[in-house]
């Protein structure tokens, strides 16, 4: 049996601020979460020296960090993704993939699994999220249009019954095919996502209804008030204001959506229905300048500056550079969001997005000891994952 204490700093449940208490972890679960410094004379001590002991830090959507990225085709680029995201508080992440052939997709499928294996000094996988590529041409973003396509069924049914690890999928509702897509999604216990989306509301609504739940995004790659015809209609960002029971999910950093748009989602739909994520590229954690969105081989060439990858033309954004500390810090910083609110839409809302808020997403007895400790500007000190320290910016 291993046990380990953590003491003196403020610990985040999921209701209040414990200002002076202590975890104890048992053999990498939390044990207890107690508003006193127990005496546990025989578990190891991790004095948090005031700082905040967190809930770890899970993101939903991400491509890549550290000069890697999922599609690179390779396992060590997964390891040295989980392991860089893991420096800035990220204990368990869901690999995201870009539209592209489906030989690639079945061998990133097919890393992933080696990866999972091997992965033991970064954040967690919590399964493979394939964005596209279902989508819709105009809402395409940096997606190459070279592989985008509708639903076809005898492809996804091939690719979910290739592989098991697949937790969540992106698509556009208002396809031919799409809804079927969804109803055989759910009927395989993976969660639809709506993304790269040219809907309207009827569209959207009749999409929630059948199980796209979650808007992948929010903002980006989506419409909003069109008009056809002089008369107007909603899109996929008012339908997902609209309905009060889908998620949404947001890049937080700052560029992607600004602080005006942040407080508005917050204002709308509360830090129960939104999930922070990152969405970032291989240059994430990495120096500015050129980069490549998407596999190092095939993948678009893009530029890294002003915080954010941008398409060589500087026309559009070609992904995000965010990490998960970040993603906090704007938020409160930006939205005037509490510490406690901020740090739940990056740990419990997406572990019950995903389903494993029985055992992440918050400090509570009982579940998988994911924790970070950082200080007031969320610098990180500490990253543990089922109560082995990963990351120690300290070298301890």
């Not at 830090?57 to 390891?79: K, P, Q, S, V, W």
């Not at 076809?152 to 979910?160: D, F, G, H, M, T």
């Not at 999928?169 to 040219?198: C, N, Q, R």
Request: charged share 25%; with cysteine; proline share 4%.
């Amino acid at each position: 049996m291993t046990l380990t204490k953590i003491f003196n700093g403020k610990i985040l449940t999921p209701h209040r601020i414990i200002s002076n208490g202590c975890v104890i972890i048992e053999n990498g679960i939390i044990r207890e979460v107690s508003e006193k410094n127990i005496d546990v004379p025989e578990a190891k001590e991790v004095d948090a020296h005031g700082k905040y002991i967190a809930p770890g830090f899970i993101d939903l959507h991400i491509h890549g960090g550290g000069g890697a990225d999922f599609m690179d085709g390779t396992e060590e680029a997964f390891l040295t993704i989980a392991e860089t995201h893991a420096q800035y508080g990220t204990t368990a992440m869901v690999p995201t993939t870009l539209t592209s052939e489906k030989e690639d997709l079945l061998k990133t499928l097919d890393l992933y699994e080696i990866a999972n294996k091997k992965n033991t000094k970064g954040a967690q996988f919590l399964g493979m999220h394939l964005e596209g590529p279902y989508f819709a041409m105009s809402q395409r973003g940096a997606q190459d249009p070279r592989y985008i396509r509708d639903p076809n069924p005898a492809e996804y049914q091939e690719v979910l019954a290739h592989s098991s690890s697949i937790t969540r999928w992106s698509a556009a509702p208002e396809l031919k095919g799409a809804i079927e897509f969804a109803k055989y999604l759910k009927s395989k216990g993976v969660l639809a996502a709506l993304a790269h989306t040219d809907a309207i509301y009827e569209e959207v609504l009749e999409g929630f209804e059948n199980g796209y739940t979650l808007a992948t995004h929010l903002y980006s790659g989506m419409s909003g008030v069109t008009r056809k015809n002089a008369f107007r209609y909603a899109g996929v960002i008012e339908s997902a204001f609209i309905i009060d029971a889908m998620d949404v999910e947001i890049i937080a950093d700052g560029i992607h959506l600004p602080a005006p748009l942040l407080k508005l989602i917050m204002k709308i739909k509360g830090a129960d229905r939104i999930a922070l994520i990152t969405d970032a590229m291989r240059a994430a954690g990495m120096p500015e300048g050129n980069s490549v969105l998407g596999p190092l081989k095939t993948g678009l060439k893009v530029i890294v500056e002003d915080g954010v990858a941008k398409l060589p033309d500087r026309s559009s954004f070609a992904g995000s550079v965010a990490t998960a500390d970040r993603l906090v810090r704007n938020m409160i910083h930006m939205a005037d969001v509490s510490l406690l609110d901020a740090v739940k839409m990056i740990s419990l809302t997406p572990a019950r997005i995903m389903k494993v808020d029985n055992r992440k997403g918050s400090l509570v007895a009982g579940k998988d000891a994911d924790i970070v400790i950082f200080d007031e500007n969320i610098n990180i000190e500490k990253t543990i994952v089922n109560g082995h320290v990963i990351y120690d910016a300290l070298g301890i």
